[in-house]
């Protein structure tokens, strides 16, 4: 069936280091892709999100693009910050059907 | 402004008791979901609805039950007959069931005691 595996975490950062959280998926179409972000004792807010082979999602510095040839959605930041820490979801969904498949999560601390 | 409100935040329940959770909508959304999240894992889908009156199970429907009466309304029952009902859910709503993108609630955080 269809799945979503994220890097492990938890991830710990210093802040403006470069982030990349891992993101593969396994579809039996051509999924669409998301990211999102769970700030401690909240609900998930959609970060960015593609739609098609190529496509780079893109959102408050965060960056992901949708990779078919290695069915991938890496999600990568430049410089991080404090506020990023957080609980981050990689997702998928094929056309069509009727749920999201959501990875396990990779939790990211950045210190100061 | 429009959104989806989960209530209450922290509730908590003595084994062997139904407990309600409520979802409510104002954006319109045809479908709606319910989804439990427990530490260091994923979301795992409970129940989803695509429109009043029809509601469908998810990967984990045992011992839970939901209602659609209204189409801004998605109440989660936790039965007695959840065997380990200590969880953080989740609310979400989509345009349609074929709609991606998917809008979540606060969530509601229950303890059995």
């Known amino acids: 069936g269809d799945s979503v595996t994220q890097m492990e975490g938890p991830v710990t950062l210093s802040e403006e280091a470069f982030l990349t959280i891992n993101c593969t998926y396994t579809?039996?179409?051509?999924?669409?892709l998301f990211w999102y972000v769970q700030y401690p004792g909240e609900g998930l807010q959609l970060l960015l999100k593609a739609t098609k082979a190529d496509d780079k999602g893109s959102n408050k510095g965060f960056e992901a693009t949708y990779r078919k040839e290695t069915t991938s959605f890496h999600l990568e930041k430049g410089s991080v910050q404090v506020s990023d820490s957080a609980v981050y979801f990689c997702a998928s969904i094929i056309q069509g059907a009727q749920k999201l498949v959501f990875g396990q999560g990779t939790r990211l601390t950045i210190n100061p | 402004d429009g959104g989806i409100t989960q209530s209450p935040k922290y509730l908590f329940r003595k084994e062997g008791q139904n407990v309600t959770l409520s979802c409510e909508q104002n954006?319109?959304?045809?479908?709606m979901y319910w989804y439990r999240q427990d530490p260091g894992q994923g979301l795992r889908l409970i129940y989803y609805s695509q429109i009043v009156n029809d509601f469908q199970k998810g990967d984990i429907a045992e011992g839970y039950s939901v209602s659609r009466e209204k189409k801004e309304s998605f109440p989660l029952t936790v039965t007695s007959a959840q065997k380990n009902p200590t969880a953080f859910y989740l609310c979400a709503s989509s345009i349609g069931i074929h709609w991606n993108e998917q809008f979540f609630g606060p969530g509601t955080r229950l303890t059995v005691l």
């Open positions: 579809a039996t179409g051509y999924p669409s």
């Open positions: 954006l319109n959304h045809d479908a």
